[in-house]
């Protein structure tokens, strides 16, 4: 049973970069699929923000592409999400998730962790 | 970008009786090649991830409720639970994933009455 989970700082400064990491067990991300991130904002729906396939190739939200990385670590089975230049609009609730492909629905997801932004 | 749009914001539904909530896309997610609708609903309980109910507009998720049902096409589809139960407490939202970016409805916000 694939299972994710997101770990990273709870507490980001404004101007500074937002990095978390999800850690997939039981599936190797190497193997295959679409790894992604999405963000609920307080009080606000759901954000995709991008994914990653497990050849490295990336899709980004276009509104965000030119803060986002999100990138694979095959040794540790985990990929990666770092947003750089963060502003009090970047806080919210952060999820991974998984997909079977690129054009399919997020079938497992993290329980997600909580980034607020704030000096 | 294609926008999602649910409809209610909020639904107060009795205990037994149906709720229906709503999405519209602002362009078809109906893929020609394949006729297959590229829409997915999720609920959300508080304090948890979103999860998965139905893909393709109106398949169930393995271990779904069979009271859930998707229907729709194009642009416009509903989700439906026949007899609402309290444990449908939740956030329900759709999804497209015909392209990217991604985009999700703003969601609905389901309590009991």
């Known amino acids: 049973q694939v299972q994710l989970q997101e770990s990273g700082p709870g507490l980001v400064k404004p101007s500074e970069t937002l990095s978390l990491t999800c850690t997939v067990s039981g599936y190797s991300i190497s193997s295959g699929y679409y790894w992604g991130w999405i963000r609920e904002p307080p009080g606000k729906g759901l954000e995709w923000i991008g994914s990653?396939?497990?050849?490295?190739?990336?899709y980004y939200k276009p509104s965000l592409r030119s803060r986002v990385t999100i990138s694979l670590d095959t040794s540790k089975n985990q990929f990666s999400l770092n947003l750089s230049s963060v502003t009090v609009a970047d806080t919210a609730v952060y999820y991974c998730?998984?997909?079977?492909?690129?054009?399919?629905?997020?079938?497992?997801w993290g329980k997600g962790t909580t980034v607020i932004v704030s000096s | 970008d294609i926008v999602m749009t649910q409809s209610p914001d909020s639904l107060v539904v009795s205990l037994g009786e149906r709720a229906t909530i709503n999405c519209k896309s602002s362009?078809?997610?109906?893929?020609?090649?394949?006729?297959?609708?590229?829409l997915a609903w999720y609920q959300q309980k508080a304090g948890q991830p979103p999860k998965v109910l139905i893909y393709w507009a109106s398949t169930r998720e393995s271990g779904v409720p069979d009271r859930f049902s998707g229907s729709g096409s194009g642009t416009d589809f509903t989700l439906t639970i026949s007899s609402l139960q309290a444990e449908d407490v939740a956030v329900y939202y759709c999804?497209?994933?015909?392209?990217?970016?991604?985009?999700f409805g703003q969601g609905t916000k389901l309590e009991i009455k």
């Open positions: 990653v396939h497990h050849s490295g190739s990336t």
């Open positions: 999804q497209q994933y015909y392209e990217t970016p991604y985009s």
């Open positions: 998730a998984r997909s079977v492909d690129l054009y399919y629905y997020m079938d497992v």
């Open positions: 362009q078809t997610v109906l893929y020609s090649s394949n006729n297959k609708n590229y």
